[in-house]
Antibody
Framework: EVQLVESGGGLVQPGGSLRLSCAAS????????MNWIRQAPGKGLEWVSY????????YYPDSVKGRFTISRDNAKNSLYLQMNSLRAEDTGIYYC????????????WGKGTTVTVSS | SYKVTQPVSVSVALGQTARITCGGN??????VHWYQQSPGQAPILVMF???NRPSEIPERFSGSNSGNTATLTINRVQAGDEADYYC?????????FGGGTKLTVL
């Protein structure tokens, strides 16, 4: 079964850091591009970052550029999101999602992990 | 930056046809993808590259894209179709989601 399982969420103070992980199983992880997408409470989906199948290229929106770092370990079938200088507006559910090869849509999503930035 | 616009809500009677739009400048030149998100659940892909259905999605779902508007159409709407729907495109190495449309089945 194709599966993505996020972990690492929690409560963090403004200005703090958190590292999210996404464990992939049931498919050849190293062949797929991956994304992080987040959803603030009661709001819509926001794309957060993209990484190519081998680790490059990497893209971010302006809202997280310079604060978030996406990475992957293909030997461990894992995707990561290092989040620094966290702000209240970073609060939400963070989903990792597999991107269909040579396409630009997310065909498999994890259930998400919740990040709360609050003092 | 490229923006896509969706109606906040769409209501449809049980068994009728729902149409959810996604507007953007010359969006017909982009591939539009659609996701369904039921309350408390992660999104799932229901349409890719304008009008392609994943195998597990019922044939009642279809898509189109012309001019400045892409449309997700759901025929013979069922109670289980009540959810939030998001369109998505890629523009210059950036993922772009619409604000989402809440589909209510009456």
């Amino acid at each position: 079964e194709v599966q993505l399982v996020e972990s690492g969420g929690g409560l963090v103070q403004p200005g703090g850091s958190l590292r999210l992980s996404c464990a992939a199983s049931g498919f050849t992880f190293s062949s797929y591009e991956m994304n992080w997408i987040r959803q603030a409470p009661g709001k819509g989906l926001e794309w957060v970052s993209y990484i190519g199948s081998s680790g490059t290229p990497i893209y971010y929106p302006d809202s997280v550029k310079g604060r978030f770092t996406i990475s992957r370990d293909n030997a461990k079938n894992s995707l990561y999101l290092q989040m620094n200088s966290l702000r209240a507006e970073d609060t939400g559910i963070y989903y990792c999602a597999r991107q269909s090869p040579a396409s630009y849509y997310m065909d498999v999503w994890g259930k998400g992990t919740t990040v709360t930035v609050s003092s | 930056s490229y923006k896509v616009t969706q109606p906040v809500s769409v209501s449809v009677a049980l068994g009728q046809t729902a149409r959810i739009t996604c507007g953007g400048n010359n969006i017909e030149n982009k591939n539009v993808h659609w996701y369904q998100q039921s309350p408390g659940q992660a999104p799932i892909l229901v349409m890719f590259r304008d009008n392609n259905r994943p195998s597990e999605i019922p044939e009642r779902f279809s898509g189109s894209n012309s001019g400045n508007t892409a449309t997700l159409t759901i025929n013979r709407v069922q109670a289980g179709d009540e959810a939030d729907y998001y369109c998505q495109v890629w523009d210059r190495n950036t993922g772009v989601f619409g604000g989402g449309t809440k589909l209510t089945v009456l």
